[in-house]
């Protein structure tokens, strides 16, 4: 494998998150300040973000727009993070793709992870958010420290603790 930074070769993206540990308002700031770095087309920046905390309403409103398999575990995150996008360019998702992954990369830093959920009910996010005219949810981001695989339903246990695995970097070239 080539020579990968660290931040990169050891970003993970688990499931069991500690239910007691907090981030820290520096940590959150640090999170969306790199997201605001993020390159943008034409320097648009078109990403929006709605931070929901554990046990505050925000978190709440997110957590029950995820699918039910998903809020099993997204409850123990520390943050929940809803990423936007601005409507009316095609290019905006791809910023907002840029955004998130800044905010990876930064939490792992921190020594916090994070992972990405797209299987989300998008209405009910913008009604129960409410959402401006023009601002399109697409994605939740879980963060928080990592917690006990072994706290996790059965169903989890195996993809959780399992080698991680991605494809060789041969399949993702196109001839």
């Given at each position: 494998?080539?020579?990968?930074?660290?931040?990169?070769?050891?970003?993970w993206s688990?499931r069991?998150?500690?239910?007691?540990?907090?981030s820290?308002?520096?940590?959150v700031?640090?999170?969306?300040?790199?997201?605001?770095?993020?390159?943008?087309?034409?320097?648009?920046?078109?990403?929006?973000?709605?931070?929901?905390?554990?046990?505050?309403?925000?978190?709440?409103?997110?957590?029950?727009?995820?699918?039910?398999?998903?809020?099993?575990?997204?409850?123990?995150a520390?943050?929940?993070l809803l990423?936007?996008?601005?409507?009316?360019?095609?290019?905006?998702?791809y910023?907002?793709g840029?955004?998130?992954a800044?905010?990876?990369?930064?939490?792992t830093a921190?020594?916090?992870?994070?992972?990405?959920?797209v299987?989300?009910?998008?209405a009910?996010?913008?009604a129960?958010?409410?959402?401006?005219?023009?601002?399109?949810?697409?994605?939740?981001v879980?963060?928080?420290?990592?917690?006990?695989?072994?706290?996790?339903p059965?169903?989890?246990?195996?993809?959780?603790?399992?080698?991680?695995?991605?494809?060789?970097?041969a399949?993702?070239?196109?001839?």
């Amino acid at each position: 494998m080539a020579d990968l930074t660290p931040l990169l070769a050891f970003r993970w993206s688990p499931r069991a998150f500690d239910p007691d540990a907090e981030s820290t308002a520096d940590e959150v700031a640090a999170l969306l300040e790199a997201a605001r770095w993020a390159p943008s087309a034409g320097n648009a920046q078109p990403w929006r973000f709605a931070l929901g905390r554990r046990d505050d309403e925000t978190f709440k409103r997110i957590l029950v727009n995820l699918r039910k398999p998903d809020q099993r575990w997204a409850q123990r995150a520390s943050a929940l993070l809803l990423g936007a996008h601005l409507t009316g360019n095609a290019g905006h998702l791809y910023d907002l793709g840029q955004a998130v992954a800044h905010l990876t990369v930064q939490a792992t830093a921190l020594g916090l992870h994070v992972r990405q959920l797209v299987d989300l009910d998008r209405a009910g996010l913008v009604a129960d958010l409410d959402l401006p005219a023009g601002v399109r949810p697409h994605v939740v981001v879980a963060v928080g420290q990592l917690g006990d695989p072994l706290s996790l339903p059965a169903d989890l246990l195996a993809s959780e603790t399992g080698l991680r695995r991605r494809r060789p970097l041969a399949e993702l070239l196109l001839a």
